[in-house]
């Protein structure tokens, strides 16, 4: 299990550059696990699908997505976070060396690379084989990305996912956290660290829950954090909300802002 992830501040060499000019990447020096389903929120823009990121390059999967056997990583994009990852350390109890790395943001290419490395000729089992045997490209966005899960997810290992509700519906979000609390329960070294915007997600019985929305890295509860908030407001007060929002931007000229408005973009 992952304990403790940390910055090494001789290895940064500019701080004025990306990932560092994200301020809470910036402030970040220690963060301890306790748990083994953690959950990183925060607005667009605050951090946390990077340090995920950072922590799949440094334990050496995919930085578009896959494991330490099979990997893809076609963007030059991606090298941006190399500041990141070179001054990031992990710590674990036990390093399984096992695990995954699902984006939901490039699902589509690493079902593309499965494809082409199936094609090769090689003795043993297909990649594909180990994912129910369907190419996800023959399945829907959804129907592929809960199939990788089933499949890949029950074991030890730790597993990052960057955004999984992007492909799923309300009910396989609650399907996914049944898929994580059975990982955890049958495999004492499963690790599931997941970046989300889901209030459904969040919802996870002892999870932690790291916020990146103040500009540092910290650990809040459930009903703290913003994606639920915003929720609960609009389900108990869906008609206000609406009228209010739809008249601000009436009231507003082209490209201008007021608070009101930035109530409901946080």
């Known amino acids: 299990m992952l304990k403790r992830m940390y910055i090494l501040d001789e290895k940064i060499l500019d701080r004025n550059v990306y990932p560092f000019t994200v301020p809470a990447i910036n402030s970040l020096h220690t963060l301890e696990l306790k748990s083994?389903?953690?959950?990183?929120?925060?607005?667009?823009?605050?951090g946390k699908s990077t340090l995920l990121e950072a922590i799949a390059a440094h334990y050496g999967f995919g930085r578009e997505?896959?494991?330490r056997n099979y990997s893809n990583s076609s963007t030059e994009k991606n090298n941006?976070?190399?500041?990141?990852?070179?001054?990031?350390?992990?710590?674990?109890?036990?390093?399984t060396r096992r695990g995954f790395f699902l984006r939901a943001e490039s699902f589509f290419n690493v079902a593309t690379h499965i494809?082409?490395?199936?094609?090769?000729?090689?003795?043993?089992?297909?990649?594909?084989?180990?994912?129910?045997?369907?190419?996800?490209?023959?399945?829907?966005?959804?129907?592929?990305?809960?199939a990788l899960l089933t499949h890949r997810f029950r074991s030890n290992g730790l597993f990052l996912?960057?955004?999984?509700?992007?492909?799923?519906?309300?009910?396989?979000?609650?399907?996914?956290?049944?898929l994580v609390h059975d990982s955890v329960s049958r495999y004492p070294d499963a690790q599931f660290i997941v970046s989300t915007h889901s209030p459904i997600l969040l919802g996870y019985p002892g999870a932690q829950i790291f916020s990146f929305?103040?500009?540092d890295v910290h650990e809040i509860a459930y009903g703290e954090s913003m994606p639920v908030q915003v929720m609960s407001d609009f389900l108990a007060h869906r008609e206000a909300m609406l009228e209010e929002l739809f008249n601000d931007?009436?009231?507003?000229?082209?490209?201008?802002t007021n608070s009101k408005r930035n109530h409901f973009n946080t």
């Open 36 to 46: 083994r389903v953690c959950f990183f929120t925060g607005e667009n823009g605050s």
């Open 65 to 67: 997505g896959g494991s």
């Open 80 to 95: 941006a976070i190399d500041p990141l990852v070179s001054a990031l350390r992990l710590s674990f109890d036990i390093r």
């Open 115 to 146: 494809d082409e490395l199936d094609k090769e000729p090689f003795a043993g089992p297909t990649i594909i084989s180990s994912m129910g045997g369907v190419s996800m490209h023959d399945q829907s966005h959804g129907q592929s990305f809960f």
């Open 161 to 178: 996912l960057d955004e999984p509700e992007a492909a799923l519906s309300p009910q396989r979000q609650l399907a996914f956290l049944a």
């Open 213 to 215: 929305d103040r500009g």
């Open 249 to 256: 931007i009436s009231d507003s000229a082209p490209g201008q």
